[in-house]
């Protein structure tokens, strides 16, 4: 079974009709992932209609810092009343390429932490710039930590494998020196499949799409060396091992 860990099927570029036939051919789960309130109500939405989708509700770094903190309390309190509704915190995280603001991204992330072990729930986590102080900053984490396209060095990849954080690999790994050592250097048990769709087409030009992990499955047991079924088979378990 197909895994779509980390993807953006309510945005704006995605017409309903051509979102519905999106999902009714994948066979497998999507993960549908928010990034502010009104991506949250429609991911939620989303879930609701679609069977093989399930909800991630967070807030991007970014948003985080548009809002007033009063703002951020009645989203985080909206995140805690579907808690029900949901499988994960996402897209969260840290991102210092688009704002210097880091104090402040920082505390916000640790909101999130205490929510997720309050609600007990996986993180889905949003990194650019900032892959030092995301794991700093997660370090002690009392639930599971998916690191969305994790672009690191070897020293950072293993220091994360070591706290026991799982890794989704995006669609673009053809074209990325960095994914390809880390899929070498990362256990089959500890990585996860994501579009972040409709970004990171592995084909230039074209909207990403939740099927397109099928590619990714192929680079990976290329380089593992193993065939196509294990890793979409181990891929699953590891979505039993967190989600389930």
Known sequence: MLIDVHCHLDHKSFSEDERDKII???????????????????????????????????????????????????????IKENKDKIVALGEIGLD????????????NLKRFIFLAEEIKKPLIIHSRNALREILDVLKGIKV??????????????????????????????????????????????????????????????????????KHTIKVISEIKNVSEKEVEDQIYKNYLEIFS
């Open 24 to 78: 009714n051919k994948f066979i497998g789960i999507i993960i549908q992932n928010s990034v502010n309130l009104k991506s949250m109500k429609e991911s939620l939405k989303i879930c609701e209609k679609y069977k093989n989708t399930k909800c991630a509700l967070g807030i991007y770094p970014l948003h985080c810092l548009e809002i007033t903190e009063n703002e951020l309390d009645g989203q985080i309190n909206f």
């Open 144 to 213: 599971d930590v998916i690191l969305h396209y994790f672009d690191a060095n070897t020293t950072l990849v293993k220091e994360a494998l070591d706290l026991g954080f799982y890794f989704s690999i995006p669609t673009n790994i053809s074209s990325s020196k960095n994914l390809k050592k880390l899929v070498k250097i990362v256990p089959l048990n500890r990585i996860f499949t994501e579009t972040d769709s409709p970004y990171l087409s592995p084909i230039k030009g074209e909207k990403n799409e939740p099927i397109n992990v």
């Open 96 to 107: 210092f390429k688009e704002s210097s603001e880091k104090e402040k991204q920082i505390r």
